[in-house]
Structures are given as C-alpha cells and as structure tokens.
C-alpha cells in the first residue's frame, strides 16, 4: 500500500474507537437543523484537538462551523462536509450522526499526512440539511469557491456511486377569505378550502404535461376549523423538483400560476413563500468519482456490487457542486434494503455494524483526499471537467 495511505488507515484505526463513541452520541441525541448544539460542539471540541483551527458559529449560524489546518507547503483545498442534523420524531433517520463522524475520521487521517502531502484540509459543519441546508448559504457566500474538491459520503444499504439530485424548491402558499356560517348563511362566505382543492387539482392535472424527471407533491396543512363554518384561511405545501434549476424554475412558476388561477376562481386573496430553502441539482464531478471508486475497489469491494447512482431526492450539496468539483456516493451501512428515513434504517445505523461501516467510509474519504493532494494530473482533470460541465452553466 501507498505509504501515505497506509499512515492514513492506521490513524483512523487508531482513532476508531473514539469515533464510534462520538457517533453512537450524536445518534443517541438526535438535534433538528440548526439545533444541533451537541453535535457541533463534539464535532469542534475533537477537530481542536486534531490541530484544526476553527470556526464557529459561521455566516452567523450558531451550530456552524469550518476547521482548517492548512500545511506548510501549497497544494489543494479539501473540503470535507459535514452534515449532523436529525429528522422530527424519528432521529437520526437518514445517517447524518454516521455522516459527520466520517468527515471526522477523515480530517484525522488526513492531518496525519498533511504536512507531506502539502495543502489545505478543511471541515464545513453544515447544519440542517434535511430543511434549510446551510450548504446553501455557504456556497452562495462563495466559502467553496477555493475549495479543489468537496466530498462526503451518505449511509446507505449498498455501494452506489455519486450521481445527481433533483433541485427543489418549497413553497408555502396561504388562502384569505371569508369566514361564514356554512348552513345559515353560505352565500356570505369566501372558501379559502376550496381554493386550495383547486390548486391541488390543478396541480394534478399539470403533472401530465411534465417530464419524467419532474417531481410536485404537497400536503394541506390548514384546512379550516369546523365544518359549519366557511373557511377564511386555508394553506398547503408544496415541493416542485426536476433534474435542472432551469426546469424546476419553469415548474415552480406554473404552480403559483395554479394557485393565481385557484385564488381567482374563488375569490380568495392567496401568497406565496418560500418556507424552505431551494437547492440545486448535484452535478457529480466524474473525474474524482472514478477515483473514489477505484480505492473501494482497491479494498476488496466487488465493481458489480458498486451500483450506478440513482436519484435520492435533493441535496443541498447541489449547491455546493456549481461551485466546486463535489462527489456524493453512498456505502452499506445496514444488512437490510432498508429505505431511508425509517425507523428501520435509523436502528439499523446505529449497531456495530455500521460504525464499522463508518470507519471504512472515512477511510475511503481521505484515500481519494490523498490521491488529489499528491496527484497532480489528477487535480487537473477533476478541475478541467468542472470548468467545461459546471462552471459554464452559471
């Protein structure tokens, strides 16, 4: 093995134990976005103790935070990501207490070698994910822009490589009119409920003249208070994705035109919000997607059990990767196909196995991290394609 790798696998064995603690705590008290004061301030209290500088609290984010130890020699910015947020009611659902600590092992592997291999290694603690990502503010504060590569890698039930995500976005429209008593006097009233039945219908019916790729689905999540009486407020919720920001920009403006259309049909006064944030569609660098999985498969992983990517929804790592090469692919974790957001999954990642999962996953991390800090052909070719396919298409 490459002596730096091997220097690598050590430090992260010597490390394990240490992070197997820490993610069994992160899983054991699960935090929602940017309520993630536990995990945040075990992720920093370690990344110090590696020698990282860090900062917290970043963009004004209280549970954010970007450690750096940057090399005395130049080199390549590797950018780590982070991700520690849980999901309502069911925890860490969706891995993210095994994703940060991957990140973790890796920062620690990789300082290991750092001062040989020259560059920067950097750690991004990104809040909230799962609703309003702080990749987002992040990459649009232009914090990736100096980065080589971004990289994390996503718990799952088998090897899959990095591939795309739908962008998104998440819209909350509200229905005004006017409250009446529904036997006595109907004619009085202006049903905002049937306003919102309208869009859901219209809705419906737009979905027939869309692209595969595009995704609408919303919930009602005012409908009213009582039977006998009209509604005067009544409000839904909606995600448009597609394949592209461009699409997904279209799609989002043809539902608000179901919703103007709903609000005039009926009287109603309506408004739009954007109640989440809006993420991009993940453009997958292929170049260090190759290198990643040529180093599982240098551990012994069979090439027919890494599956090509499939869509997982949306990330907001799409952001990140319109502004820097980014890869994303998923390792096993769990013996099960259990789906994600389950609680299957989320008992599942939290046994021996998967913190033995984790371990290797940190590992492969930092073995690509290695093969851009000291490959400068490489570096190259991960940077020229992201030139050619991303930073063209701003």
Do not use: W
Not at 376 to 392: N, W
């Amino acid at each position: 093995m490459n002596p730096l790798k091997n220097k690598i696998r050590e430090t992260i064995e010597a490390h394990a134990p240490k992070l197997k603690e820490i993610a069994a705590f992160i899983g054991s008290h699960p935090e929602l976005g940017h309520e993630e004061k536990l995990a945040s301030a075990k992720l920093t209290e370690v990344l110090e103790q590696l020698g990282y500088h860090v900062e917290r609290g970043t963009l004004g984010l209280s549970t954010a935070f970007i450690a750096e130890y940057r090399s005395s020699k130049p080199g390549p910015v590797i950018g780590l990501l982070a991700e520690y947020d849980a999901l309502p009611e069911i925890g860490h659902a969706c891995g993210h207490h095994l994703i940060c600590t991957m990140a973790l092992g890796a920062a620690a592997g990789l300082r290991a070698v750092a001062d040989e291999t020259g560059g920067t290694i950097r750690v991004y603690g990104t809040p909230a994910e799962e609703t309003k990502g702080a990749k987002v503010d992040m990459a649009a504060a232009g914090l990736f822009d100096d980065c080589s590569v971004a990289m994390m890698i996503h718990p799952y039930h088998q090897h899959e490589k990095s591939g795309s995500s739908l962008a998104m976005d998440a819209l909350k429209f509200e229905f005004f009119g006017k409250a009446a008593h529904a036997a006595a006097n109907p004619e009085l009233g202006i049903n905002a409920l049937d306003a919102v039945i309208q869009l859901f219908n219209s809705v419906n019916a737009l979905r027939q003249q869309t692209p595969s790729h595009a995704r609408i689905h919303g919930i009602i999540t005012d409908g009213g208070q009582a039977p006998n009486i009209i509604p005067d407020y009544a409000a839904a919720r909606f995600y448009t994705r597609s394949a592209t920001r461009a699409y997904t920009d279209e799609l989002t403006n043809r539902v608000k035109a179901c919703a103007e259309a709903a609000a005039l049909a009926t009287g109603c006064r309506f408004t739009v919000t954007n109640d989440e944030y809006s993420y991009d569609e993940l453009r997958t660098n292929q170049a260090l997607s190759d290198a990643y999985t040529a180093n599982i498969v240098a551990t012994g992983v069979a090439p027919e059990d890494i599956h090509s990517a499939n869509d997982h929804g949306s990330l907001d790592l799409g952001n990140v990767s319109l502004r820097c090469p980014a890869v994303h692919p998923y390792i096993p974790v769990v013996d099960q196909p259990y789906n994600l957001h389950t609680v299957e999954f989320r008992d599942a990642a939290q046994l021996d196995r998967a913190y033995d999962a984790m371990v290797f996953g940190a590992t492969m991390l930092a073995f690509t991290a290695c093969d851009v800090l000291t490959d400068p052909d490489l570096a190259r070719r991960i940077r020229e394609e992201f030139e050619s396919t991303v930073a063209s298409a701003r």
